[in-house]
């Protein structure tokens, strides 16, 4: 039923990896067989319920569609849709439970399960998000699609998930820009470099990478020879950060490199 569907949602968000890995343990195929044989819709529905309980999560998910398929125009039909979609998540075959979740939006927008399908879209995205090292496009489109439980249904518990994932979101899109700031430093590419932490510094200020950037800004600054900009960052990271590691590298760092500006 779709009151176990709101709890099993909340679960896989609070719960996550751990819940994914067990799940994805007996996660079966949707290879099997699902041959049409005719059913009522009851009993197709709760055989569907049956194998996503014991873990069976793909072969789920294609019953569930079964039962879409058998009995369209029934309110099981509407049911199964999200369910098939819960179970594709669980069975992080992440791109199938995007399709069926936008699926069931674009049939049902207005339906008071509506919020679910939204989140689980955003968990979906959220779950593929990848290492700094590699491109970040899949970040992107997790905190657009966070962004938007948030703004839909700001009052549920949903968004208030979504608004703690996407402090982590903003935390790994800065690391990103860290990474490939550092390589630009690593290059002797100043310009690029300081663009980069700048980026950090004004977008992504709240993160725990703000410090960092900080004193990188520093350390390009006085490569690029301009030891002024090198003590306002500097003092910037004092002012925000006074007992941070980063401040105290800056500190000595513009005494030993620029300590006529720090005079004037």
């Excluded at 927008?109 to 593929?128: F, H, M, R, T, W």
């Excluded at 932490?197 to 600054?221: G, I, Q, W």
Aim: charged share 25%; proline share 3%; aromatic share 10%.
């Amino acid at each position: 039923m779709l009151t176990n569907l709101r709890t099993s949602l909340l679960r896989a968000a609070l719960v996550g990896a751990t819940l994914v890995t067990t799940a994805g343990c007996a996660g079966g195929s949707a290879d099997e067989d699902v041959a049409y044989v005719a059913r009522d819709v009851e009993t197709l529905y709760a055989e569907a319920q049956r194998r996503l309980d014991r873990g069976n999560t793909l072969f789920a998910a294609a019953l569930f569609d079964e039962v879409e398929r058998q009995h369209p125009y029934s309110p099981w039909a509407r049911r199964a849709q999200l369910m098939s979609a819960f179970s594709y998540y669980i069975a992080r075959d992440y791109n199938k439970s995007i399709r069926n979740s936008q699926r069931f939006l674009s049939i049902h927008p207005g339906n008071k399960d509506a919020p679910y399908a939204y989140y689980l879209i955003a968990l979906s995205y959220y779950e593929q998000i990848s290492d700094v090292n590699r491109d970040q496009k899949i970040t992107e489109q997790a905190k657009s699609a966070l962004r938007e439980v948030n703004r839909r249904f700001p009052q549920t518990e949903y968004a208030a998930d979504a608004r703690l994932k996407l402090d982590l979101v903003e935390d790994h899109l800065a690391g990103k820009e860290m990474e490939i700031g550092r390589f630009y430093q690593r290059s002797g590419q100043w310009l690029a470099s300081a663009a980069r932490f700048r980026n950090v510094v004004e977008r992504f200020d709240t993160t725990s990478h703000t410090p960092e950037a900080l004193y990188r800004l520093t350390e390009s600054s006085l490569a690029l020879g301009l030891p002024d900009e090198a003590v306002k960052y500097a003092a910037v990271l004092g002012a925000n950060y006074p007992g941070d590691e980063w401040y105290e590298k800056a500190y000595k760092l513009v005494q030993d490199k620029a300590p006529a500006a720090i005079g004037g």
